[in-house]
């Protein structure tokens, strides 16, 4: 790695926070709310704009004000050009800004180009939600690459889990670069929560079911499938199904021509995290692709059926707080049936112990690069320490 600097004793860190889609801004924001309440950060937001509706709506209602907005999207653009342009917008940002460390989440082409224009000018990573894997290079695509990708430029690995913690200790990432830290999106979702600021998209009291659907793996006769089975479902007179509409006109052709005017399903557009959050807490069932909904919902004691055919985030399979059903239309109205109908199989998934955290992910951040970049105070490995947060 190109040598790396650091803030003279006294200095304030100066901290940029890479981001552009609507699950980095939620896992960012308490990482964001820890570094400004702190007296040794300085932190900056630097946004790539990867989801611009949606991550537009996601930034105001978070409070996260950007310093610098790159508008990288096209309309159908193909992930060679999104990549080329994140590359060059960030390596001058980067250039400019010299800031100590910059912060990348999860997977995405915003997280993996920050971290390599970030590499490439000297300044050294933090990851948060490190170690996720599939064992599956294309699936989910082109995360699993991405974040496979992210980790040998990495300094800093925040591991959600002990299980993601041991898949880099597998790749030879060295231990003392690795920290569980649980995940940040059960304290984004908790902040939120105690605000009571968001309204439930539900509209009756029958069985509430919550769809969330988008994967690029899933696009296509996969997705049209997944839709035929929600039909199927909200045949059922104790069900309602509400489906916040992703913006890709991709997932739009595939679910619309479907769902668009059934009984007892709501198609409605994207909703803001605190209504969602709301909606979230209001719902009995979660059938979704997404991965961020994954460790939501089980904070909730909501069951999650995974439409997916592997997940990153096996820990919530092997707590019993998740299913993963796979995508044939036939297993998942099955599973839904059977957890609408079997009350106790239902409890069981419902009272199950979240595997990803107590909500203090981004403080053990925080407090870990205070530690290393200012140099003062006491080790925060069990997560207790007061270095930078109190």
């Known amino acids: 790695m190109p040598a790396t600097h650091l803030p003279r004793r006294g200095d304030r860190i100066r901290a940029a926070l ?50 610098r907005d790159l508008a990288v999207m096209r309309d159908r ?3 060679s050009g999104l990549t080329a342009r994140l590359i060059s917008g960030l390596g001058e940002a980067v250039r ?46 082109p995360e699993e690459l ?25 790749e030879g990432v060295p231990a003392g670069d690795i920290q569980v830290t649980g995940n940040t999106v059960i304290d984004n979702l908790l902040w939120v929560l105690e605000r009571g600021e968001g309204r439930s998209a539900f509209a009756t009291s029958r ?17 049209h499938g997944i839709a035929e089975a929600l039909g199927e479902l909200a045949g059922r007179p104790d069900v309602e199904i509400v489906l916040p509409l992703h913006k890709s006109p991709a997932v739009r052709e595939a679910l619309l021509p479907v769902l668009d005017g059934l009984p007892h399903v709501r198609l409605v557009e994207p909703l803001d995290y605190f209504d969602f959050a709301a909606t979230l807490a209001a719902c009995d069932l979660v059938l979704t692709d997404s991965g961020g909904v994954q460790e939501e919902a089980p904070t909730l004691g909501k069951p999650v059926l995974v439409l ?17 059903v796979g995508t044939e ?23 199950a112990v979240n595997p990803f955290g107590d909500g203090r992910a981004a403080e053990r951040v925080v407090n870990r690069l205070a530690l290393d970049l200012a140099g003062a105070g006491r080790s925060t490995e069990s997560g207790e320490g007061d270095l930078a947060v109190a």
Not at 115 to 124: I, Q
Not at 147 to 167: K, Q, Y
Not at 311 to 324: I, K, W
Not at 331 to 342: E, M
């Open 18 to 67: 890479v981001l552009g889609t609507r699950p980095e801004a939620i896992k960012l924001a308490p990482v964001l709310r820890a570094m400004s309440a702190s007296p040794l950060f300085e932190p900056m937001v630097i946004s790539t704009g990867q989801h611009r509706e949606m991550l537009d709506q996601m930034l105001q209602r978070l409070r996260m004000d950007s310093s």
């Open 146 to 170: 991405n974040r496979r990708l992210v980790a040998p430029m990495v300094r800093w690995h925040f591991a959600p889990t002990e299980g993601s913690a041991a898949n880099l200790r597998a």
């Open 329 to 351: 239309p036939a297993d998942v109205i099955g599973a839904a049936h059977r957890l609408l109908d079997d009350r106790a199989a239902y409890e069981r998934m419902a009272t």
């Open 77 to 79: 653009q193909r992930l």
């Open 207 to 223: 069985r509430r079911v919550l769809v969330t659907l988008h994967r690029r793996e899933n696009q296509g006769g996969t997705m």
């Open 308 to 324: 997916r055919t592997t997940t990153e985030r096996p820990e919530a399979v092997d707590a019993g707080v998740a299913l993963l």
């Open 96 to 141: 400019d800004d010299r800031p100590d460390v910059v912060v990348v989440q999860g997977d995405t082409t915003t997280a993996m180009t920050g971290a390599l224009a970030a590499f490439y000018e000297g300044v050294p990573v933090a990851h948060v939600e490190a170690g996720l894997r599939t064992g599956v290079i294309g699936n989910p695509f």
